[in-house]
């Protein structure tokens, strides 16, 4: 079963809009991390956020962390036609191994 | 520096066949992982080598198998390929918690 689970499935917005992604996550983790996929391509790494944050930001990126609702959001800020792609929260357990368990992800539509 | 690189980019088989994808890891990397991606899914993770040995799997069968090289380079083989396992095939290196992937290898089972 999935670890991280995206909300919304698919969102579509004006160049300009604030995208907000969530995702939730079941077991106990070290460290959670968001990804970007163009067109079923590699997926890109954006963000890692630890286990003892709570915010963290990366030019129009901004992730939050609530360990106690195992719940992250990602939020872009006045985004681009360009930003249209997957975005995908993955998590590796807390035991240390480092496999990243994926949620289906959000499908974001950027309209120029 | 290069990035993960995979080949073949794209690659058609038949019921039954078997296939061999190649990984070469981001420099200074050694750790690599394989997953499995199915059109409007995430990636399912395969499995993971480290120092040449299998450090950990996901639920597979052991049609998938891999390997790693001493240049930390690695290949993941299917045997007795099936439909369902047409599928965008991941990988990633790492040297610590990040992962960063390669493009993909697009496997078509007619």
């Known amino acids: 079963s999935q670890q991280g689970e995206e909300d919304p499935q698919a969102l579509s917005i004006q160049e300009g809009e604030n995208a907000t992604m969530n995702c939730s996550y079941k077991?106990?983790?070290?460290?959670l991390q968001w990804y970007r996929q163009n067109s079923g391509r590699g997926l890109v790494h954006l963000i890692l956020?630890?286990?003892?944050?709570r915010e963290k930001h990366s030019g129009r990126l901004r992730v939050t962390l609530d360990t106690s609702k195992k719940s992250s959001s990602l939020l872009i800020t006045a985004s681009r036609a360009a930003d249209t792609a997957s975005y995908f929260c993955?998590?590796?357990?807390?035991?240390?191994?480092?496999?990243?368990?994926f949620g289906s992800g959000t499908r974001l539509q950027v309209q120029p | 520096d290069a990035g993960v690189t995979q080949s073949p980019t794209h690659l058609i088989k038949t019921r039954g066949q078997q296939v061999t994808l190649r990984c070469s890891p981001k420099?200074?990397?050694?750790?690599v992982s394989w997953y499995q991606q199915a059109l409007g899914q995430g990636p399912q993770f395969i499995f993971q080598?480290?120092?040449?040995?299998?450090?950990q799997r996901g639920n597979f069968p052991d049609r998938f198998s891999g390997h790693q090289f001493p240049n930390y380079s690695s290949e993941l083989n299917v045997n007795a390929l099936l439909l369902g396992d047409s599928a965008l095939y991941l990988c990633?290196?790492?040297?610590?918690?990040?992962?960063?992937f390669g493009p993909g290898t697009r496997l078509t089972v007619l």
């Open positions: 993955a998590t590796p357990p807390d035991t240390g191994r480092r496999a990243l368990t």
């Open positions: 077991t106990s983790i070290n460290n």
């Open positions: 956020i630890r286990s003892n944050e």
């Open positions: 080598y480290y120092e040449e040995e299998e450090r």
């Open positions: 420099s200074g990397h050694d750790t």
């Open positions: 990633a290196s790492s040297q610590g918690d990040t992962q960063y």
